[in-house]
């Protein structure tokens, strides 16, 4: 039923309900200080001219800050200036998550595609982002402050308490010495693998995946001699690098992650 097609309550003197749709949802905001009940935290450049003069918060306005390790916690506006705003953080309202222990080792891609791969990454619930360079990546320098501002924002909007990090970029060669034997590494092998939604198991994992056009067939061949590797397959149909990656992360989530 459409507000349209609400009932009106007006001829009998009761007052018109107000739609439920969208709900009232508080702004959200990481904070780097640790959060407990009664903590005053003191904000100024960008978050407080965020908070003040875009979103015009006034002293006893309420949003929902968390710091990465303490939950979300509620907080009310204490003093608001030009430049500068304090905040009275109340109780908590939602515990720390658990994080799935997946990682992403992704070939870096073209600026706003890249920006954009991190955010959804973020929003679909990876713990760490490792960029790695192959032979046909395309973009071997990335702006780490860039992306993990996009992190934060991903984690700001999707509800999030736990911030994903990001890791210096590595060379392929570099990336598999350095592997951990402890964690399955899957990754997209645009040659035929075995398919992911029957492949993932539970447990930490890496997930890998290539530039546009792919491993070349040496960089495949190392990749599969790694410790604990298992090529998989994302279906009959060629995908775009930041595709690719999605989905990837899409299936473990849904097979073993927090979705099952």
């Avoid at 916690?73 to 200036?81: D, H, I, T």
């Avoid at 736990?162 to 645009?190: H, N």
């Avoid at 998989?232 to 927090?258: F, H, Q, Y």
Wanted: glycine share 10%.
């Amino acid at each position: 039923m459409s507000v349209t097609d609400v009932p009106s309550h007006a001829s009998c003197g009761a007052m018109i309900a107000t739609p439920a749709w969208p709900p009232r949802s508080l702004p959200r905001l990481y904070v780097a200080p640790p959060l407990s009940a009664g903590v005053l935290v003191v904000l100024d450049g960008g978050q407080a001219n965020y908070l003040g003069n875009v979103l015009r918060l006034k002293p006893g306005d309420e949003l929902l800050l968390f710091d990465g390790v303490s939950g979300e916690w509620l907080a009310s506006v204490a003093e608001a200036g030009k430049k500068r705003m304090s905040l009275a953080v109340g109780g908590p309202t939602r515990p720390q998550e658990a994080v799935p222990d997946l990682a992403l080792a992704f070939a870096p891609i073209k600026k706003g595609r890249a920006d954009w791969l991190v955010e959804k990454a973020v929003e679909l619930g990876v713990a760490r982002l490792q960029p790695v360079i192959t032979q046909r990546t395309i973009v071997d320098k990335l702006n780490l402050d860039r992306m993990r501002s996009h992190i934060v924002e991903a984690a700001e909007q999707c509800g999030r308490t736990t911030l994903a990090t990001i890791d210096a970029p590595l060379k392929l060669d570099a990336f598999l010495r350095g592997l951990d034997g402890s964690r399955a590494l899957y990754f997209a092998d645009e040659t035929g693998g075995a398919p992911a939604a029957t492949t993932f198991a539970r447990g930490p994992a890496t997930l890998l995946t290539g530039p546009e056009g792919g491993f070349t067939p040496d960089e495949a061949a190392a990749i599969r001699a790694a410790p604990r590797a298992i090529a998989i397959s994302l279906g009959p149909r060629i995908l775009r690098a930041e595709t690719a990656a999605l989905a990837g992360i899409t299936a473990w989530m849904a097979a073993v992650g927090d979705w099952s």
